[in-house]
């Protein structure tokens, strides 16, 4: 499935249970405004922006999946459908492993 940035960001968001844009706003340190203009597609964010929230605590664990569409759970890297549901709705890219 590929989503574009505007909905990469709303899934993050909901993901995170944050009902409210004002409140994601907030925890990212952005205009309410600006983040519904990016997750409606009416604007792209830049990169610093971009940056700014992939690097906010509570999104941080998306950053590959964001950028990549990938997922690395070893590495906390996951998909916004895993934070809350567990691991099975994605698949992991890094290589099968045994379990000991």
């Known amino acids: 499935m590929n989503l574009d940035i505007a909905e990469k960001?709303?899934?993050m968001r909901e993901s995170e249970r944050?009902?409210?844009r004002r409140k994601a706003a907030e925890i990212i340190g952005i205009p309410h405004n600006a983040l519904w203009r990016y997750e409606t597609?009416?604007?792209i964010p830049k990169g610093?922006?971009?940056m700014k929230i992939l690097s906010t605590p509570i999104f941080e664990k998306y950053a590959l999946w964001f950028?990549?569409?990938k997922i690395a759970p070893e590495s906390?890297?996951?998909a916004p459908a895993l934070a809350h549901f567990g691991q099975n709705n994605?698949?992991?890219t890094s290589l099968e492993q045994k379990a000991g």
Do not use: F, N, Y
Request: net charge negative; no cysteine; charged share 20%.
């Open 48 to 50: 610093d922006v971009l």
């Open 41 to 43: 597609g009416e604007a």
């Open 76 to 78: 906390g890297q996951i």
């Open 67 to 69: 950028t990549t569409g």
């Open 90 to 92: 994605a698949e992991s």
């Open 9 to 11: 960001l709303k899934v």
């Open 18 to 20: 944050i009902s409210s």
